[in-house]
C-alpha cells in the first residue's frame, strides 16, 4: 500500500499548533510565514510539473531550498534581507519536522545547513528636518483620506512605530490627558509605551471626531472603514514624496518608506541629545547596538563633536616639563 502523505498534516500542525499555540508568535509573523510557503510551494509545483496539492515532504529537498532562494532574489527582485527571511521561514518548519519524524532528520538537517546570506550594510541616510515636513505637508487634509495619511505620518515620525505597529493602534491604546501616550505592541509581542506630543494628539482627536471608531478599532481605516494595510499606505505615500521632491530636491535620490520615519525619529532624538538608552526603550530595540546605529548616521552630532574636541584641544595648557628649556634639552641630548 502507497505511505499517505503526511506533509499536509505537518504543515498545518506547524502553522497551527507550533506557531500560533506554543509559540505563540504574532499575527504578523505567522502571516510571513504563510506568504513565504505559499512562494515556495508554488515554486516546487511548478519545477516538479504537479499541483501544489500532490507535493509531498520528499519534493523539498535542500536543493529546491537553494534554487528558491535564487528565485527570490534573481527574478523576484527581493533584497537579501528578505532573502534570509524566507530562509528563516523555511527553516523553522525544516526544524519542527526533525524533531518529530526521524526519518526526514537527514533531509531536514541539509536544508537547516543552508546559510545566511551576508549583505552589505549601507550606511544610514536619515530625512532630514526639512524632507520630513515636505512630506508631512502634502496630505490634502479638507478630506478624510488626506487628513488620517497626515495623521498617520505625524504618529510614525513621533513615536518612531514600525508601520503595522501603528496600523494596529486603536484608541483604547491611546491615553489622551497629559502626560499623553501610546501603548504600542511590537515584536516577539514586547509592549512598550511611547510619548505623544500634544500636536500628535490634537491630530488624532480631530480624525476621531471626523470618523469614530470603537475603543477596540484601529483608528487608521481605508474608505471603506476597514484596517488600513500597510501596502495601501506605502502607495499614498510614494505619490507623497514624489509632490515633496518638487520643493525639496534632495528627496528625489531618497527611496522612502514608513519605516525611514522610523530611522528619522531615532536619528533626530540624537542629536536632540536624548539619551541612547531612552531612545532604545522608546523604539523597542532589543539591542543597544541596534541604536547606536542611528547614532553614527547623523552629520550634525558628529560635526558638533568634532568641533568639541577641538575646541578641548585648544584649551589645554602645556604641560609643564614642555616649557622647561633644561628638560627639552636634555631630552634632545638623548
Known amino acids: 500500500?502507497?505511505?499517505?502523505?503526511?506533509?499536509?498534516?505537518?504543515?498545518?500542525?506547524?502553522?497551527?499548533?507550533?506557531?500560533?499555540?506554543?509559540?505563540?508568535?504574532?499575527?504578523?509573523?505567522?502571516?510571513?510565514?504563510?506568504?513565504?510557503?505559499?512562494?515556495?510551494?508554488?515554486?516546487?509545483?511548478?519545477?516538479?510539473?504537479?499541483?501544489?496539492?500532490?507535493?509531498?515532504?520528499?519534493?523539498?529537498?535542500?536543493?529546491?531550498?537553494?534554487?528558491?532562494?535564487?528565485?527570490?532574489?534573481?527574478?523576484?527582485?527581493?533584497?537579501?534581507?528578505?532573502?534570509?527571511?524566507?530562509?528563516?521561514?523555511?527553516?523553522?518548519?525544516?526544524?519542527?519536522?526533525?524533531?518529530?519524524?526521524?526519518?526526514?532528520?537527514?533531509?531536514?538537517?541539509?536544508?537547516?545547513?543552508?546559510?545566511?546570506?551576508?549583505?552589505?550594510?549601507?550606511?544610514?541616510?536619515?530625512?532630514?528636518?526639512?524632507?520630513?515636513?515636505?512630506?508631512?505637508?502634502?496630505?490634502?487634509?479638507?478630506n478624510l483620506e488626506g487628513q488620517r495619511d497626515h495623521a498617520l505620518l505625524s504618529f510614525l515620525y513621533n513615536t518612531g512605530a514600525r508601520i503595522q505597529e501603528a496600523l494596529d493602534v486603536c484608541p483604547q491604546a491611546i491615553h489622551f490627558d497629559s502626560p499623553a501616550y501610546v501603548r504600542l505592541l511590537g515584536k516577539g509581542r514586547k509592549e512598550r509605551f511611547c510619548p505623544l506630543?500634544?500636536?500628535?494628539?490634537?491630530?488624532?482627536?480631530?480624525?476621531?471626531?471626523?470618523?469614530?471608531?470603537?475603543?477596540?478599532?484601529?483608528?487608521?481605516?481605508?474608505?471603506?472603514?476597514?484596517?488600513?494595510?500597510?501596502?495601501?499606505?506605502?502607495?499614498?505615500?510614494?505619490?507623497?514624496?514624489?509632490a515633496a521632491a518638487k520643493q525639496v530636491p534632495s528627496l528625489i535620490d531618497k527611496k522612502v518608506t514608513p519605516h525611514r520615519f522610523r530611522h528619522a525619529t531615532a536619528v533626530h532624538l540624537i542629536a536632540a541629545g536624548v539619551d541612547v538608552s531612552v531612545i532604545r526603550s522608546w523604539l523597542g530595540h532589543a539591542s543597544l547596538d541596534t541604536t547606536n546605529h542611528y547614532a553614527q548616521a547623523n552629520i550634525e552630532t558628529k560635526r558638533r563633536a568634532l568641533e568639541a574636541v577641538d575646541h578641548m584641544a585648544m584649551q589645554q595648557t602645556l604641560p609643564s616639563w614642555k616649557k622647561n628649556a633644561d628638560i627639552l634639552d636634555w631630552l634632545d641630548s638623548l
Open 1 to 142: 500500500m502507497k505511505p499517505a502523505n503526511t506533509f499536509p498534516l505537518l504543515l498545518q500542525a506547524f502553522f497551527l499548533q507550533w506557531l500560533g499555540q506554543q509559540r505563540n508568535c504574532s499575527a504578523n509573523t505567522v502571516r510571513s510565514y504563510r506568504d513565504t510557503w505559499r512562494l515556495f510551494l508554488r515554486f516546487v509545483a511548478k519545477r516538479k510539473e504537479r499541483l501544489v496539492a500532490k507535493l509531498s515532504l520528499p519534493d523539498l529537498t535542500a536543493a529546491e531550498v537553494t534554487a528558491f532562494l535564487q528565485y527570490v532574489e534573481d527574478e523576484r527582485k527581493d533584497s537579501i534581507g528578505t532573502r534570509n527571511c524566507r530562509l528563516a521561514a523555511l527553516r523553522s518548519f525544516f526544524a519542527y519536522v526533525a524533531d518529530r519524524d526521524p526519518s526526514a532528520a537527514a533531509q531536514c538537517a541539509e536544508a537547516l545547513r543552508i546559510p545566511t546570506k551576508r549583505a552589505m550594510q549601507p550606511a544610514l541616510r536619515a530625512l532630514e528636518l526639512d524632507e520630513v515636513s515636505a512630506i508631512l505637508a502634502q496630505p490634502n487634509r479638507a
Open 197 to 242: 506630543w500634544p500636536e500628535t494628539i490634537d491630530l488624532l482627536k480631530a480624525l476621531l471626531k471626523r470618523r469614530p471608531r470603537a475603543e477596540s478599532e484601529p483608528i487608521f481605516a481605508n474608505r471603506y472603514g476597514k484596517p488600513l494595510g500597510a501596502s495601501g499606505f506605502r502607495y499614498k505615500l510614494d505619490h507623497y514624496v514624489a
